[in-house]
């Protein structure tokens, strides 16, 4: 369904994405892994149009775009089938969490106020959160903002979920319950492309990984083919860092 | 205190208050609605960078913070008829203040524009609003809170500069405590007085300002609810 070729950005003389490509089914959970400042949140928000890429395209849905220039009215069409999930959260700070959910139903998608309510209830719900639906992000820790953040971006029914290092802020304890509910989501059948550090999650979850470093896909696979058996001495480097921490 | 001196102040008491009733408080809250017209929308411009108009935008902040108030005032009232543009003295007053107060406000909700995180506007993208939904519910509502106790200043401020225009023949409080002035010779008493009148006015607001911040605060106090 998404199908991204030869995606290319630079910030000033920092080449940060060298020509990446990723394609993602619907159903499927891609995973993108990789050292800090190998270009994997850069990706997810050039697809997703908050950075301008420098060359690319795109293809969703069976449109294709030039991600390069893409009009403004395409990127907003194309955000509506999408949602983002942040790893700062960005809940609407003087909005509460009921509130943040309703917002992109109600005002960008025209849907009646009693409706839009119910919808983002039941969101709300799902990630274990309906009792908190009147609290402004400020009252609310950590990973109870995040899972508002994943009920805000599921209530809209999106036809594929970005996330980016989604625990990334959270201290270990508040992880496991924004993992569980993406490992939930997962179960569903929501379309998910996740930039992670969190191995467990990528290895258990998705179907698929993407290994970056320095802007290009070092290796790539299945799940299970990349964590049993990665061809590339440096991912088997990456991934023995990991082995080590567990 | 005598009391003749006691009677005059009892009696030009009412006689200050009224064209402050009629006269200040109007002129301010016309003018700052306006003023705050202009500040939003001079803001929005330098925050959004909209070619030509932003230089525009610089340009007028630069002109009416960079000259007086009291010139600004004498050279529409004063000045302008020599164009054959003649304005009455209180919409004269109108318009100086609300361009002069417009300049002061926009700085301070463009400040308070740029102090909002951009994740905002990147969240509220990525749900599906555009530029102005965003601005509109998410953006514009946090820059107010931030600029509001600065606001609530330049409101207050306001209130104040409003006696300069007494200069363009506009009977405001201070002009009718001169006319009092001018057949009774008690200038001590009665400059006290209606200094007394302002800061009585100023302190309504200031209260205001601090229901208003609590309000505006409401999603800011951390903790339980």
Redesign the interface.
């Given at each position: 369904m998404l199908e991204v070729r030869n995606i290319r950005k630079a910030f000033g003389d920092l080449e940060v994405l060298k020509g990446v490509d990723l394609s993602v089914d619907t159903g499927e959970v891609v995973a993108i892994l990789g050292p800090s400042g190998s270009g994997k949140t850069t990706l997810l928000r050039c697809i997703n149009f908050l950075e301008t890429a420098d060359a690319g395209t795109m293809k969703f849905d069976e449109e294709t775009f030039d991600l390069a220039h893409v009009s403004k009215r395409d990127a907003a069409r194309l955000r509506k089938k999408t949602a983002f999930v942040f790893q700062n959260y960005n809940l609407f700070r003087n909005k509460t969490a009921l509130q943040n959910v309703m917002e992109g139903l109600v005002i960008a998608r025209g849907i009646p106020k009693a409706e839009a309510e119910q919808k983002a209830w039941a969101a709300l719900e799902k990630v274990g959160l309906s009792d908190r639906a009147d609290y402004y992000p400020s009252q609310l820790s950590g990973g109870q903002q995040q899972r508002v953040a994943i009920a805000r971006a599921m209530a809209t029914d999106p036809e594929i979920i970005y996330f980016d290092e989604p625990t990334s802020a959270l201290d270990p304890e508040l992880t496991g319950e924004v993992l569980s509910v993406m490992r939930q989501l997962a179960g569903e059948g929501m379309t998910m492309v996740v930039v992670t550090h969190e191995m467990g999650f990528a290895r258990d979850v998705s179907n698929h990984v993407i290994f970056m470093e320095h802007g290009v896909v070092v290796e790539e696979g299945s799940s299970e083919e990349f964590f049993q058996h990665p061809k590339e001495e440096r991912t088997r480097a990456f991934l023995r860092l990991f082995d080590e921490e567990e | 205190m005598d009391g003749e001196l006691f009677e005059l102040l009892v009696d030009s008491f009412g006689r200050i208050l009224l064209p402050g009733l009629t006269v200040t408080i109007p002129l301010t809250v016309i003018s700052f609605t306006f003023a705050m017209i202009i500040a939003v929308i001079t803001a929005m411009i330098q925050f959004a960078h909209v070619r030509v108009l932003t230089q525009l935008a610089r340009f007028y902040i630069w002109v009416v913070r960079g000259t007086p108030l009291l010139v600004q005032l004498f050279v529409v009232f004063y000045g302008l008829p020599n164009l054959g543009i003649v304005i009455d003295p209180f919409p004269a007053a109108i318009i100086v203040f609300s361009i002069n107060e417009g300049a002061y406000c926009a700085e301070i909700m463009r400040a308070a524009l740029e102090s909002v995180?951009s994740?905002?506007m990147?969240?509220?993208?990525?749900?599906?609003?555009?530029y102005l939904?965003t601005m509109r519910?998410?953006i514009l509502?946090?820059a107010m809170?931030t600029a509001f106790p600065s606001l609530s200043n330049s409101l207050i401020a306001m209130v104040k500069d409003t006696s300069l225009a007494a200069n363009i023949t506009v009977t405001e409080m201070f002009m009718a405590t001169r006319q009092i002035v001018a057949w009774s010779y008690e200038p001590l008493a009665l400059y006290i007085e209606v200094g007394l009148i302002y800061l009585m006015f100023c302190t309504v607001l200031t209260k205001l300002q601090s229901v208003g911040e609590k309000r505006l605060n409401?999603?800011?106090?951390?903790?339980?609810?």
């Open positions: - | 995180p994740g905002q990147e969240a509220g993208y990525c749900v599906g609003m555009s939904q519910r998410i509502p946090q809170r409401v999603y800011e106090s951390a903790g339980g609810k």
